[in-house]
């Protein structure tokens, strides 16, 4: 069975880092064609992909938040960091971890999300 | 980016009624196109990958079309628990971007 759950603060100020753990259960990131990803929700819009991280290491990132985004992994740990730098209240959202295989050519399992506020 | 733009935003439907949700991309996307359910306060879930393929578990009456840059979302037979806000992402190249979602609300 495939978990995975988020990890963070829940408040953040305007020009911080945002450090976020995704901790999974139910497979290994060290298996080939298994991918992990990051992607967020503004209080009600919609879905906004941010990162993915592949089993050999390979990184992709969303072009409009490249500068700003880093995503690791610890395959010993079953865990996939992903930090954000210089946040700012648009950043405010629900941020979810996913399993994205390459197979899958999506996500089919989702974190339950953990929602970030970026205030002052 | 490949931009992806839903419609309608919203649809108002009766338990019963077949409901149809159009997804089209800025460019071709082969069939890599998948479809989630979102409900209030939760993670969206996956219905539809590969465009018309049934992800394990998903009700029958739910099922996907299309291929190039134009995707369809139908439920045949809408039921309570079908209402819900849908998303369309394509995971043909990165960022794997999703469509604006569309609300399917009781009549």
């Known amino acids: 069975q495939i978990t995975l759950k988020e990890s963070g603060p829940t408040l953040v100020k305007p020009t911080q880092t945002l450090t976020l753990t995704c901790t999974f259960s139910?497979?290994?990131?060290?298996?080939?064609?298994?991918?992990v990803g990051w992607i967020r929700q503004p209080p009600g819009k919609a879905l906004e992909w941010l990162a993915l991280?592949?089993?050999?290491?390979?990184?992709r990132y969303s072009p409009s938040l490249k500068s700003r985004l880093t995503i690791t992994k610890d395959t010993s740990k079953n865990q996939v960091v992903l930090t954000m730098t210089n946040m700012d209240p648009v950043d405010t959202a629900t941020y979810y971890c996913?399993?994205?295989?390459?197979?899958?050519?999506?996500?089919?399992?989702w974190g339950q999300g953990t929602l970030v506020t970026v205030s002052s | 980016d490949i931009q992806m733009t839903q419609s309608p935003s919203s649809v108002s439907a009766s338990v019963g009624d077949r409901v149809t949700i159009t997804c089209r991309a800025s460019?071709?996307?082969?069939?890599?196109l998948a479809w989630y359910q979102q409900k209030p306060g939760k993670a969206p879930k996956l219905l539809i990958y590969?465009?018309?393929s049934l992800q394990s578990g998903v009700p029958s009456r739910f099922s996907g079309s299309g291929s190039g840059t134009d995707f369809t979302l139908t439920i045949s037979s809408l039921q309570p628990e079908d209402f819900a806000t849908y998303y369309c992402?394509?995971?043909?190249?990165?960022?794997?971007?999703f469509g604006g979602g569309t609300k399917v609300e009781i009549k």
């Open positions: 996913a399993h994205s295989p390459i197979a899958a050519h999506g996500v089919d399992y």
């Open positions: 139910g497979f290994s990131l060290s298996t080939s064609g298994v991918g």
């Open positions: 991280i592949y089993w050999d290491d390979d990184k």
């Open positions: 460019q071709g996307i082969s069939s890599w």
């Open positions: 590969a465009a018309s």
């Open positions: 992402q394509q995971a043909n190249s990165f960022p794997q971007t």
